[in-house]
């Protein structure tokens, strides 16, 4: 580390330099910093968070009963074997998180409450001047880096997403949403909706139900969800014969990512039977009487939207057991006493959860800049969804839809430190994407596809997001299975790396 002053008096009267600033101390941001202090050793780094502690989404969402809804096995860093119960609380992930800190003596490296307000790149310097303000102090921070590794994830933190009903302002209760769910929140004994039909409305339900008077899922439309016991058998089983947890660890993440790839595969091949297979499992639990077909039968083909899992199927129990129940109707307007639906028909409450999901922030609000000029990355193109053209020495990691987020926390963190001592070795300062000359003519698209993938915080944000292009090589291909041979083998003298 290097500290030097700087000539101006104004604040920030120095300026650190690392040869790689990380945003986000998520699990993006740690797996980037293992992964650095591993395969890049001497390499000097900081990870600005700005939040008091590690974790990201973990430790933003507090909401009762919050958990994952993929396994751990793979939501887990390959190199941090999975122990416990596939589905995991946000409890047990920021345990996991803070001792592979520990284990890693990755503490040192990381400063909390740092918000990145602006990221500045200087062709003349070949370095990102980074300005940070301290969210205790209101102290600014500047930093000069050579490579900025963005793990600011994807939607903004501060607050999550609200559609503008008429008469909200009437509504006599509470309306809170579940990205900041109010530590005061008692809910004992009252009548509460539920706004939404996604993971977090699917966690939330059944970790009240036991104590509100009645919960209540009012959803626009259905949601398809995956249901089975919260265990992994081959785990069980390798765990008896008492194999070491790495090899259970790597089995375990093999057995899962073969049987997610056979099902993805089925969506698409025989959506039909994929759809049966899935509406199958939710019928086992509630029974043949219940009305699947209006309250968890979606109109779109399976895996256009994520799909939770719902372990030991705690939602449709729920329902059973007549303390929660499925409204899927639209919403007219909110009353005095509750929601008047577009059917006609009013649902009473003492509080309302708006579970309507989140704000996408493709740049973590940060204001970037290449050499003097405003970037706005929707006029760049992505190169594999982790960089973009005209945006040297800038990777972004954007996990996947279908797989679990931390398969790519690994796969491009593989791929950042191949690059780095790749420019090491050659001398190269900085790297920028172009497109080359056979792609100049390529069809320039929005970041995805919606036939393929259309959640509603992408479908509102598209627009902030990069372009895709048509080739492989121009697009976040939401494709764990193929970029895992792929990313290991990218040619780094392909001519869509210009080095300078
Ligand atoms: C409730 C919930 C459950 C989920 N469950 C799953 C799951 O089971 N499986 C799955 O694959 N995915 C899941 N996801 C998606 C999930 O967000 C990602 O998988 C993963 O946690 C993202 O990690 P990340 O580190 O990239 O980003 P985040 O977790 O979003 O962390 C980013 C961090 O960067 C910080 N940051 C942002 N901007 C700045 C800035 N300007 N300056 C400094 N710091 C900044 C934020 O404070 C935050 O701590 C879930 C999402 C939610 C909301």
Redesign the pocket.
Known sequence: MNVQTQIDTTSPRTTEHFDVLI?????????AAYHLTTQCPGTSFVA????KT????????RYPG?????DLHT?GYRFKPWTSAPIASAAEILKYMGDVIEENDLASHIRYQ????SAKWSSEENLWTIE?TRTDTGEKRRFTTNFFWM?????R?TEGYTPEWQDMAKFKGRIVH??KWPEDLDYNNKRVIVIGSG??AA?LIPAMAADCAHVTMLQRSPTYFRTGRNAIEIAEELRKLQVDEKWIHEITRRKILFEQDAFTRKTFAEPEAAKKDLLSAVEAYLGKDYDIATHFTPKYRPWRQRIAFIPDGDLFQGIKSGKASVVTDEIDRFTEKGILLKSGKELEADIIVTATG?NL?AN???EFAVDGKPLDFADSVTYRGMMFTGVPNLVW????FR????LR?DLVADFVCRLLTHMKATGAKKVTPELRPEDHNMPLLPWIDPENFNPGYMMRGMHLLPKRGDKPEWQHNQDYWAEKDEFPNIDLKDKAFVYG
């Open positions: 945003a986000g101390a998520g699990i993006s941001g740690v797996g600005l968070e700005a939040q590690f974790g990201g989404t973990w430790t933003t969402h919050i958990r994952s809804d993929s939501f740092h918000t990145i307000t940070a793990c600011q994830g994807y939607y933190h579940p990205q993971a977090t966690t989140f922030s973590g609000d940060i990691v954007f996990g996947y797989a679990s987020w931390t926390v």
